[in-house]
């Protein structure tokens, strides 16, 4: 392995990986990925894999709307023989509540204003998009077209390809177990295969991000928390959209091969990296989904299996440069939505360590918010 390098990416996750694409493509040189397994071995290969225009606050619909442009455009991007099998069939958000509503209705004016195609729909304009769904108690929905699900391997994957064709390099299996910092400047890292010096360390270690920065002696709101999901048999193609559910907490798709993928948000959750399942997990999801999507009740369940949301306060990521060691760059604590964020932080995370204007302005993103008590209130985190 290299002893020297520009730039030092901890993880070749989704995020990882479309960093140092955008950054070799700024023409910085000399940037290695270290992972201490592979790419897409953590949360990314793990994920649910949506990904939606709908959110509540500017920032983030712009931030969506972007990486969903960068996903539509890939193989252009990165043309490959791999297809990200990008099944842009939709999302349907449902509210049962007057409250979800009035906020569902607000969070369409702010996307309209930003050009993102969405509408609001009546329970039987609903049931024509889904028509197994169950509108009882059901008030309203909102539907983006345009939104979506995508193979996380297979984009993780073609980012990988596009930083190893500009030449960054990708080092598997070699995990970073710790960070030498000399007048606040990461010096190198020490990794099970040798010491790299360096002159920037981004942190894209998903799940353990928390554990890097305080290899480098920064603290952060960070921690992890198990997320499980599960994956039925192949039926044939009954539903286009992803359908969320806020009240029950869900979401539920169907792939292009046919497999319904479903998970939950647990405030109860184990906070841990461990990856096991439990034996409650189907029961309960299956209590969750049925109501709304009853068709559901014979399907067999193939496979189980958790992933680890790296989650901050606010659920909202860190992005930017750390003020007390400030070669040390942050792209981590995406809760549930990292995946669909990642082409757009990338660019900017390549325009901040270049020094250029940012497309988006996420200042607010930064590390010092938890601190000065400045927490953003997304309303549609899942
Ligand atoms: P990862 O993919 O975890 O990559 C981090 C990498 O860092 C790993 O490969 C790991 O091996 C490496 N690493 C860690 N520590 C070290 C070390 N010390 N040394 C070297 N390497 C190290 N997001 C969406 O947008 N849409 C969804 O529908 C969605 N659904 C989800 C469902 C589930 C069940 C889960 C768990 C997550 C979901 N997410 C979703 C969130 C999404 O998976 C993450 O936000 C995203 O994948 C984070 O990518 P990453 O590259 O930061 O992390």
Redesign the pocket.
Known sequence: MKSKANVVI????????SIAYYLAKAGVEDIII??????????????????RHQWGLEMNCLLAKDSIMEFERLHEEIPTDFDIDFKQKGYLMLAYTDKQVEQYKKNIKLQKSLGIDVNLLTPREAKEIVPHLNTEDLLAATFCPKDGHIN?FIA?LVYIIGAERLGVKVQKY????DVEVKNGKVKSVL?TKGRVETNYLIN??????Q??AEMAGVKIPVYSER???LVTQPVKLIQDPMVISLKHGF?CQQVPHGSFIM?FGDPNELKTTELSSSWNFMEEMAERVLPVLPVLKDFKVVRQW?????MTPDAQPILGNSEEVNNLYF??G?????????PSVAKLTAQMLTDKPLDIDVNVLNLKRFAEDKLIKEPSVV
């Open positions: 901890v993880g070749g996750g989704i995020i990882g990986a270290i992972d201490k397994e592979y790419p897409s071995s953590g949360s990314t290969g793990r994920c649910g894999a949506g990904v996380p993780n070699t995990e970073v177990i990794t894209a270690a998903g799940p353990y991000s554990h890097i997320h499980q999901i979401y998970g958790s992933g680890s949301y790296n792209a981590c995406f809760s549930g939505h990292g995946f669909m964020l990642a």
